[in-house]
């Protein structure tokens, strides 16, 4: 019996007419496969992975393959996105074992949940040297009836082996100017100056580490750090990988140009890649960076946004084509020149061709392109380009459009909410703001939730406004604190600042060590045979360096020598990663650029309704110093506490100056004077001299 059809992850409901007998993962599964004697098989995927889909047609809808799973094993299908704490227990076994690890994740477990056998995609015959998915199992199947001793051994040895990996943290201290010179060094070696971004194919968007390069030029003034960043981020504007008519970006390119993406489209990578463009225009004034934050917080709104008012977690990589009438990767957004042809005519099907890079004979597949704007593209008049990118737009809207995985993930959604507050205020939109705040507002009224008596916790995911099972990961509690303390110093709302303490108390007593490192999961977390602890990014900040950034800011916001503390001992470890791997502790880099410059608090004062306030409000918010946090909100009346006051404790005793609407800016336990002027406030924030305005 197949057991997937009522749970809500939209990755697993994919499977749920499979005639493989899953399961989800839950004590019921191993203790069938106690009680039958067999062996667990782990499935690990997510709904935009499009190798996963490859292998659940080929193999999972195979009724011959299926018949031999039920009778030989017990079958757990696991999203990855609901529940990162079980696929990275199992990622750091594969990638131990293996060398290299990947989704579709396959591994074989005892019924005591110990790995013994590990592999990613297995194609239905052999190839490229690949067993077939037939032969493993047999294979599996055979070791476990014949050479059972044999199988268990490698299980203990295996789970030894990951239990003794705890991560040697040794208390170090947090990271000074010097590591910080080192990462860039180290950054610069491996910088592809004729491409931009950094390594080889696959090349994917290294958004925390271009946070951190504008950081460090914002705090130093290194110029070459300002060209990496602006140089990578206009390659990817420029290139495949980021949606020439639609905006957003793709997952990754598999070429080192960026011209042919890896088409799923993910939340977290569009929220932080949204918010790099945003701060590059801050630092340099670009239109490009301009066009492409807003842009893409645009599509996040249009595309991710569900009804309930958050976002969703990704589109998929195929969609239909028309031609052929099956799934095919990136059939939704390439072009050929007679599509191009049919859609704007012959002669501006022949610019279009030329501004976007799409030849006879293709960048894809099948003679198609995938858009691009090649940097040797003619000189043409912008208007025109405007309307054929809409008349292509709205062409391509009528394409069977991608799946799209309507799970809405708390982390990920904080990274959007801190995006796309920020837009809003940078480029006086309003309604993004509104969004970002409707989105936060539903991760309190669903995504908090009480159990046992307890204080409430974080939940992991919702779907269709239902809360889902799965409690909330580090990255969940660090992504969520982060983008409610954006969205406090865009807002001047400091119920969201008290939401941030909620969240980050919760940090303190539930995932923290006592030698100042942090877990991925709660102290009362389902236990696992591994409790996961990684401070180094994937695709998305690690939660280790998210929840130590918002620990952070929080102190800088209220003065709480706890929460300091709690940072300054959970970057310990960029200490020790970030002049040897920074490209893997891209985040933890940023953060450390935070502390080194203060980070600088910020009061302004003065009322709403006037215009002065509101001027050194956005003066505030486009200052380039490395995470400075700011509050927003009414003076004192008569001597009294101020209306925001209670909410902002960086408010306290300010005052206007000489009834002027007035900021305040501090560091290191030292204050500025206050100032009534936006330009003054600028210099003691030391905005870069190009920063939008």
């Given at each position: 019996?197949?057991?997937?059809?009522?749970?809500t992850?939209?990755?697993?409901?994919?499977?749920?007419?499979n005639?493989v007998?899953?399961?989800p993962?839950?004590?019921?599964?191993?203790?069938?496969?106690?009680?039958?004697?067999?062996?667990?098989?782990?499935?690990?995927?997510?709904?935009?992975?499009?190798?996963?889909h490859?292998?659940?047609?080929?193999?999972?809808?195979?009724?011959?393959?299926?018949a031999?799973m039920?009778?030989?094993?017990?079958?757990?299908?696991?999203?990855?996105?609901?529940?990162?704490?079980?696929?990275a227990?199992?990622?750091?076994?594969?990638?131990?074992?293996?060398?290299?690890?990947?989704?579709?994740?396959t591994?074989?477990?005892?019924?005591?949940?110990?790995?013994?056998?590990f592999g990613?995609?297995?194609?239905?015959?052999?190839?490229?040297?690949?067993?077939?998915?037939?032969?493993?199992?047999?294979?599996?199947?055979?070791?476990?009836t014949?050479r059972?001793?044999?199988?268990?051994?490698?299980?203990?040895?295996?789970?030894?082996?990951?239990?003794?990996?705890?991560?040697?943290?040794?208390?170090?201290?947090?990271?000074?100017?010097?590591e910080?010179?080192?990462?860039?060094?180290?950054?610069?070696?491996?910088?592809d100056?004729?491409?931009?971004?950094?390594?080889?194919?696959?090349?994917?968007?290294?958004?925390?580490?271009?946070?951190?390069?504008l950081?460090?030029h914002?705090?130093t003034?290194a110029?070459?750090?300002?060209?990496?960043?602006a140089?990578?981020?206009?390659?990817?504007?420029?290139?495949?990988i980021?949606?020439?008519?639609?905006g957003?970006f793709a997952?990754?390119?598999?070429?080192?140009?960026?011209?042919?993406?890896?088409?799923?489209?993910?939340?977290?990578?569009?929220a932080?890649?949204?918010?790099v463009?945003?701060?590059?225009?801050?630092a340099?004034?670009?239109?490009?960076?301009?066009?492409?934050?807003l842009e893409?917080?645009?599509?996040m709104?249009r595309?991710?946004?569900?009804?309930?008012?958050g976002?969703?977690?990704?589109?998929?990589?195929?969609?239909?084509?028309?031609?052929?009438?099956?799934?095919?990767?990136?059939?939704?957004?390439?072009?050929?020149?007679?599509?191009?042809e049919?859609?704007?005519g012959a002669?501006?099907?022949?610019?279009?061709?030329?501004?976007?890079?799409v030849?006879?004979?293709?960048?894809?597949?099948?003679g198609?392109?995938?858009?691009?704007?090649?940097q040797?593209g003619p000189v043409v008049?912008a208007?025109?380009?405007a309307?054929?990118?809409?008349?292509?737009l709205?062409?391509?809207?009528?394409?069977?459009a991608?799946?799209?995985d309507?799970?809405?993930v708390?982390?990920?959604?904080?990274?959007?909410?801190a995006?796309?507050a920020?837009c809003?205020a940078?480029?006086?939109?309003?309604?993004?703001?509104?969004?970002?705040?409707?989105?936060?507002?539903?991760?309190?009224r669903?995504?908090?939730?009480?159990?046992?008596?307890?204080?409430?916790r974080?939940a992991?995911t919702s779907?269709?406004?239902?809360?889902?099972a799965?409690?909330g990961?580090?990255?969940?509690?660090?992504?969520?604190?982060?983008?409610?303390?954006?969205?406090?110093?865009?807002?001047?709302?400091?119920?969201?600042?008290?939401f941030a303490?909620?969240?980050?108390?919760?940090v303190?007593?539930?995932?923290?060590?006592?030698?100042?490192?942090?877990?991925?999961?709660?102290h009362?977390?389902e236990?696992?045979?591994?409790?996961?602890?990684?401070?180094?990014?994937?695709?998305?900040?690690?939660?280790?360096?998210?929840?130590?950034?918002?620990?952070l800011?929080?102190?800088?916001?209220?003065?709480?020598e706890?929460?300091r503390?709690?940072?300054?001992?959970?970057?310990?470890v960029?200490?020790?990663l970030?002049?040897?791997?920074?490209?893997?502790?891209?985040?933890g880099l940023?953060?450390?650029?935070?502390?080194?410059?203060?980070?600088?608090?910020?009061?302004?004062v003065?009322?709403?309704?006037?215009?002065a306030?509101?001027e050194?409000?956005?003066?505030?918010?486009l200052?380039?110093?490395?995470?400075?946090?700011?509050?927003?909100?009414?003076?004192?009346?008569?001597?009294?506490?101020?209306?925001?006051e209670?909410?902002?404790?960086?408010?306290?005793?300010?005052?206007?100056v000489e009834?002027?609407a007035?900021a305040?800016?501090?560091?290191?336990f030292?204050?500025?004077?206050?100032?009534a002027d936006?330009?003054?406030?600028?210099?003691?924030?030391?905005?870069?001299?190009?920063?939008?305005s």
């Open positions: 019996m197949n057991r997937l059809a009522g749970v992850s939209p990755y697993l409901l994919q499977h749920a007419d005639p007998d899953w399961w993962w839950e004590p019921e599964a191993f203790e069938e496969a106690k009680r039958r004697d067999v062996p667990v098989l782990l499935s690990v995927g997510y709904s935009a992975c499009h190798w996963c490859v292998m659940a047609h080929e193999s999972f809808e195979d009724d011959d393959t299926a031999y039920n009778e030989h094993f017990v079958n757990v299908k696991v999203d990855r996105e609901e529940r990162p704490d079980v696929d227990v199992y990622m750091e076994a594969v990638q131990a074992a293996t060398g290299q690890g990947g989704w579709p994740m591994v074989f477990l005892t019924p005591d949940a110990e790995p013994f056998y990613t995609y297995f194609p239905p015959e052999p190839r490229h040297g690949m067993p077939s998915f037939a032969q493993v199992l047999e294979g599996i199947s055979t070791a476990w014949g059972r001793g044999e199988v268990a051994e490698v299980a203990q040895r295996i789970t030894q082996d990951l239990a003794g990996r705890q991560l040697d943290y040794g208390r170090a201290a947090a990271p000074g100017p010097e910080a010179a080192q990462a860039l060094l180290a950054l610069t070696r491996e910088y100056a004729a491409r931009g971004g950094f390594g080889g194919a696959p090349k994917f968007p290294p958004s925390m580490v271009l946070e951190f390069l950081r460090h914002a705090r003034g110029e070459g750090a300002l060209q990496m960043a140089d990578t981020c206009e390659a990817m504007a420029r290139g495949g980021y949606d020439q008519l639609g957003g997952r990754y390119s598999v070429d080192r140009e960026w011209v042919v993406p890896h088409f799923e489209k993910m939340l977290y990578d569009n932080l890649l949204c918010r463009y945003a701060h590059l225009w801050r340099t004034g670009s239109d490009l960076a301009r066009r492409v934050a893409t917080a645009d599509f709104v595309e991710l946004r569900t009804p309930e008012g976002f969703a977690s990704a589109l998929d990589a195929d969609s239909e084509d028309p031609r052929t009438g099956k799934p095919a990767e990136g059939a939704y957004y390439a072009w050929t020149p007679a599509q191009l049919e859609v704007l002669e501006d099907a022949a610019l279009a061709a030329a501004c976007f890079g030849t006879q004979e293709g960048t894809f597949e099948h198609a392109s995938v858009l691009r704007l090649p040797d008049d208007g025109r380009i309307g054929i990118r809409q008349r292509l709205e062409a391509r809207a009528a394409r069977p991608p799946g799209r309507d799970k809405v708390a982390a990920w959604n904080g990274l959007a909410v995006a796309l920020e809003g940078y480029f006086d939109r309003p309604d993004l703001v509104e969004r970002a705040t409707e989105a936060a507002d539903l991760l309190v669903v995504h908090f939730r009480a159990e046992d008596g307890r204080a409430p974080l992991r779907k269709d406004g239902q809360v889902g799965n409690a990961v580090l990255e969940d509690y660090g992504d969520v604190a982060e983008g409610f303390l954006a969205l406090a110093a865009v807002t001047g709302e400091g119920v969201w600042l008290e303490g909620f969240l980050l108390d919760l303190l007593d539930r995932f923290t060590a006592e030698d100042g490192s942090l877990y991925d999961t709660a009362d977390a236990q696992l045979i591994r409790r996961p602890q990684d401070p180094t990014d994937t695709a998305a900040p690690s939660g280790w360096t998210a929840a130590a950034g918002a620990l800011s929080y102190a800088a916001h209220t003065g709480s706890a929460h503390t709690a940072a300054e001992r959970a970057l310990g960029v200490r020790a970030g002049p040897r791997v920074p490209r893997f502790i891209g985040h940023s953060v450390a650029e935070a502390l080194l410059d203060g980070p600088r608090e910020v009061a302004v003065g009322r709403p309704d006037d215009p306030r509101a050194l409000h956005r003066t505030a918010l200052a380039t110093a490395p995470g400075a946090v700011v509050a927003v909100g009414e003076p004192a009346a008569d001597g009294g506490p101020g209306a925001a209670g909410e902002f404790p960086l408010l306290a005793g300010r005052t206007p009834g002027r007035a305040y800016v501090c560091r290191h030292v204050c500025e004077r206050p100032t936006s330009a003054e406030l600028a210099a003691q924030l030391g905005t870069a001299a190009g920063s939008g």
